[in-house]
């Protein structure tokens, strides 16, 4: 048993030492979906995201990367004034599609899992989303992309998460949360 144990951490320690480290910084916009009652509508907030990542190789051209970052969501449209903070959690399977040094391609999936900091409508009636029980703090959503690297230095990233729970509070309404990313990253 001790031997297995000392295998296991043995190669944990050699996958280590080819993971990649990554920080991205990048645009979002998000549309909310919203409907009750057989109407539906659809809001579009613009935001920036910051976040780490750890690419971790597991088999051939598979790899994981559990990452955490920051994202802030905000509008000043049609006399609504919107401001959101959240804190995500991705954990994104990856797929190396070609390994070149110039220019590596690959394609990533999985969910993403969200808490809300702060969500707060500044409009003509203020008031604090998550205090006013009006929406959750948690989401999750499943979402997937493409990302290339650039001469083993610099990351592109391209991706869409669709929203997997509602994130209304109250009776009868629905609400999800899609997101689509372009971000670029720095490796380390």
Known sequence: MKKVFLLAVALMISAMAYAQFSVQVGYQMNSLKTGMEGLRATQYYNGVAASVDYNIPLVGSLSVAPGLGVDFLFTNKYGVKYRELDLFAPIDFNLCLSDRRDARLSLFAGPTFYYGLFSKDIS?????????????????????????????????????????????????????????????????
């Open 124 to 188: 003509t009636n203020p008031h604090h989303n998550y205090y006013d029980t009006e929406s959750k703090r948690f989401d999750m959503s499943l979402g997937g992309g493409i990302w290339c690297d650039i001469k083993e230095s610099f990351r592109v990233k391209l991706g869409y998460k669709f929203g997997l729970l509602n994130c209304s509070k109250e009776a009868g309404v629905t609400e999800r949360s899609n997101t689509l990313t372009l971000a670029i990253g720095y490796i380390f």
